[in-house]
């Protein structure tokens, strides 16, 4: 594919490009010399599914995938166990070996769901750092300085807050830096949080007198709060391994404005048509268009039945999941064991929105139901609680 019409796909919902010139460089050389690129992405397996703001950095390799170059999708399987310190203020919970690698295992099932599975190389950096020694450890660390490590943003934050910063999220850039140069990477794609993590990669790789790899980053997807960024800690995501019927409640649950930034990230809509669309219509066809990516046309079709003939109509589903309790349970307690709520954190969420209901009537996380009724979360979430 030609130069420009490459640049044109490659740039569609970036924020940075490190640098634009070198990109369009390293473009043209591997059309020149019929090489292909080299990009990586890592991803940290801290937790079993993988969510629709994972699939942005996703999208955007299989982009890549189908304009001929090679992707490498690194798990960090041991950088996984120090914690990303990234957009953090405070560090993140310690994982163990046996964590990681059971997280991982459930990735390249879910990342066939976007990427051509038969044509990535998937590959974890235990391979190098398991083996490295204490010599080789200590000598990589000289090849980076702590005053640049101290000069980024969240680490000066944690200063003026005079919180703690340890030792292990202070080497992790230079960790992930360090995988760049293992891989020879062209280009590495990341999160705009990722930023730091990224550059410490292309100093690394001049240090060992390789080619610096070119920097794409992609905004971060906020959750359905529409406030924090899409993560399972905060209890505002959307997995893409969760049932159908939860992900179209959770995206009709998102505000008309986040709707546009979640076409132009996880789409190929013409964003032109969509905001033509009146809102709700536009908001059924992005649940459908989600489904249909991650399950299938069918169920996309059947979820969107089952919300109109609900709401549309204001009737319970047909369906509807029971659960037996004592009169000594909480709401929030109920919710959470049921598995109607993933989090604690999203039923506070909800109920802070006024979206939990009991038989019609709004409650706090402290009611409990001393008769049986139908218990409500959020927009299509229904329990049938018997007491």
Do not use: C
């Not at 020149?32 to 955007?60: C, M, N, Q, S, W």
């Not at 964003?271 to 990516?293: D, F, R, W, Y």
């Amino acid at each position: 594919m030609e130069l420009d019409r490459q640049l044109a796909i490659i740039k569609r919902g970036a924020i940075d490009i490190i640098s634009e010139e070198e990109l369009r460089k390293k473009l043209q050389q591997s059309i020149e010399y019929r090489r292909p690129l080299k990009i990586k992405a890592g991803f940290d397996p801290t937790a079993p599914d993988l969510h629709l703001g994972h699939t942005v950095l996703l999208r955007k390799l299989r982009q890549f995938q189908d304009l001929g170059h090679q992707v490498y999708f690194l798990i960090g399987d041991f950088t996984g166990r120090i914690g990303d310190p990234s957009g953090r203020s405070e560090i993140r919970k310690q994982l163990t070996k046996q964590q990681v690698a059971k997280n991982a295992k459930t990735y390249k099932r879910q990342v066939a769901k976007v990427l051509d599975i038969r044509r990535i190389k998937i590959v974890f950096n235990s391979k190098w750092f398991d083996r490295m020694k204490g010599l080789e450890f200590g000598k990589l660390l000289t090849y980076y300085t702590a005053n640049k490590l101290l000069d980024r943003e969240d680490f000066t934050q944690r200063r003026n807050n005079k919180k703690p910063i340890f030792m292990s999220e202070f080497i992790y850039p230079v960790l992930q830096g360090y995988d760049s140069v293992m891989l020879n990477s062209d280009v590495e794609i990341g999160g705009t949080d990722q930023i730091f993590n990224l550059l410490v990669g292309r100093d690394l790789q001049s240090s060992f007198n390789q080619p610096q790899q070119v920097i794409l980053t992609m905004p971060l997807l906020e959750g359905t709060d529409g406030v924090q960024k899409m993560s399972k800690s905060y209890g505002n995501y959307i997995g893409i391994n969760e049932p159908p019927k939860e992900i179209f409640g959770k995206v009709m649950s998102i505000s008309d404005e986040l709707m546009l930034k979640y076409y132009e990230l996880l789409t190929d809509e013409d964003l032109v048509l969509v905001k033509a669309m009146h809102p709700k219509e536009a908001k059924v066809n992005l649940a459908k268009i989600i489904i249909a990516q991650y399950h299938s046309a069918q169920e996309a079709e059947k979820e969107a039945r089952e919300f109109a003939r609900v709401f549309s109509q204001k009737e319970i589903p047909q369906e509807i999941q029971k659960f037996k309790t004592d009169s000594q349970k909480t709401i929030l307690v109920i919710l959470t064991e049921s598995k109607l709520v993933s989090s604690g954190n999203e039923v506070r969420r909800l109920i802070k929105q006024g979206a939990v209901s009991f038989d019609n009537t709004k409650v706090n996380e402290d009611f409990v139901p001393k008769t049986s009724g139908i218990l409500k979360a959020g927009s299509r979430r229904f329990l049938k609680v018997i007491v």
